[in-house]
Each structure stands twice: as C-alpha cells, then as structure tokens.
C-alpha cells in the first residue's frame, strides 16, 4: 500500500511558475513509475506528466511540454512537477499517482493503482 500526498498548489498568475510535490510512503518508491494527472471543472481527469521508477525516462502532455518538468528524488521519496508559464487553462486539481513497475512510462489513468487526494492550482489571467 502507498500513501500520496500533493502539495504546492495555490493561486498564482498567469506566467508565473509552481512548484507541486508529491510525498510517498512507500519504503521501495524508487521501484514505482509516477504520474501527474490533473481534473479542470466540468472536465475528464486528464494526463499531464509522468516519469519511470529510475528518473530516466520522462513523458508530457502536449499541452504542457516545454513548460512543465517532472522530476524524483527516491532519497526524499518525493516526486515533483515544475510548472513554468503557467496559463489560465492550466486551472484544475493536480494529482500525483504511483504503480510498480519497472516498464515503461505510464500515461493511462488505469494504469495506476495509487493517488493522491489532489492540490488545487488555479492561474489568474
């Protein structure tokens, strides 16, 4: 069992950066891949960024690449979501998730077995 939990969020305006962390409890974090997603109101959760157990292969949404950088630490088990020229439509709970695996890059909602409870980013325009 993993426990998530995000933090970072809050409200900031449009251009301006955030910086999401994502704690785990899991003494093997560095056996998980991990993955932001993020829900705007009235829209499907949506995938944003995710990165493989080692750090060494990355993934992004095409709504947020060049802007965006996911990142791990396994000695703080803490994975984090640099966010850079933030816009408007980057408003939405942002979730971290976690599944064990040594294979791949996981961007399916599915495809994770654990979640966080979400942080809310909100960019003013």
């Known amino acids: 069992q993993v426990q998530l939990v995000e933090s970072g969020g809050g409200l900031v305006q449009a251009g301006g950066s955030l910086r999401l962390s994502c704690a785990a409890s899991a003494r093997t974090f560095s056996t998980y891949a991990m993955g932001w997603f993020r829900q705007a109101p009235g829209k499907e959760r949506e995938f944003v960024a995710a990165i493989n157990w080692s750090g060494s292969s990355t993934y992004y949404a095409d709504s947020v690449k060049g802007r965006f950088t996911i990142s791990r630490d396994s000695a703080k088990n803490t994975m984090y979501l640099q966010m850079n020229s933030l816009k408007p439509e980057d408003t939405a709970v942002y979730y971290c998730?976690?599944?064990?695996?040594?294979?791949?890059?996981?961007?399916?909602?599915?495809?994770?077995?654990?979640w966080g409870q979400g942080t809310q980013v909100t960019v003013s325009s």
């Open positions: 998730a976690a599944e064990r695996t040594a294979w791949g890059v996981p961007r399916s909602q599915n495809q994770y077995a654990y």
